[in-house]
């Protein structure tokens, strides 16, 4: 019952406050739930993280809801993506969409911590390749540079941190930002990101014969993680799979 707050005694000195002691201990100072505004010792509390993140039939390779376990949409079933799995906590939509943009947008970095655990803890029963090494999908220099942090590593670290995996934020680089890919077919999409992600090549041995998982916030059509995908594999990786915050769930083709 992570959200509870507790009255403490009366006659004690630290009274009217949240036991900062025990959440020092604990691993956090006491904080407001992000959702329900319950004390938590993180921003988003256990009880939320639970009820917001039911676990729903998706399709096996890219997430979609369905009406069925283990199955693939039709668009998977007609041309397979090139990453084998997608692993979300839920539909973009409330709070996701909220919590994301607070992340991404206002700086909330704080918020990375419950919710890579949250992530984490969704990945056994996603019976995936065992992934050993985490990457982040990521920004171009020049976006970096606006943002101050790339929101996929601030996920991906914690990811690999709470199951032990290497994780590494300079191996997939992008070259270049490609212009608004709102309102475009899934071909040019795809043709707008062909040459957009690059391996570095001083680094590309760590992929060789490696399992990968790319993390990031939401997978929209999967466009994105799909040309990332394409150049871990070509630069050796045995198989790529995505973890994600949330996936939209109708595409926009
Ligand atoms: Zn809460
Ligand atoms: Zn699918």
Request: proline fraction near 8%.
């Amino acid at each position: 019952m992570g959200g509870q707050y507790i009255e403490p005694m009366q006659d004690e000195p630290s009274a009217r406050q949240p036991d900062f002691a025990h959440a020092w201990r604990r691993g956090g100072w006491p904080r407001l739930c992000e959702l329900c505004r319950a004390w938590s010792t993180q921003s988003l509390c256990l009880d939320c993280l639970a009820r917001l993140a039911p676990e729903l039939p998706r399709c096996v390779r890219c997430a979609l809801p369905l009406g069925g376990a283990g199955l693939r949409c039709g668009d998977c079933l007609r041309e397979p993506p090139p990453f084998v799995r997608c692993v979300t906590l839920g539909d973009y939509g409330f709070p996701w969409d909220d919590l994301i943009t607070a992340f991404k947008f206002r700086d909330r970095v704080d918020l990375a911590g419950p919710l890579a655990q949250a992530l984490a803890a969704r990945l056994p029963a996603a019976d995936s390749p065992p992934a050993s090494l985490v990457l982040p999908v990521p920004l171009s220099a020049a976006r970096l540079a606006e943002r101050g942090h790339n929101q996929a590593w601030e996920l991906a670290r914690r990811v690999a941190a709470t199951l032990r995996l290497q994780a590494d934020p300079r191996t997939l680089l992008r070259l270049r930002d490609t212009a608004h890919q709102v309102g475009l077919g899934r071909e040019q999409r795809a043709a707008n990101l062909r040459h957009a992600y690059w391996v570095d090549p001083a680094r590309a041995s760590r992929l060789h014969g490696r399992h990968v998982a790319l993390v990031d916030d939401v997978l929209t059509t999967g466009a994105t993680a799909g040309a990332a995908a394409q150049a871990l594999l070509q630069a050796g990786a045995v198989s790529v799979q995505v973890w994600v915050l949330a996936r939209t769930p109708r595409p926009q083709d």
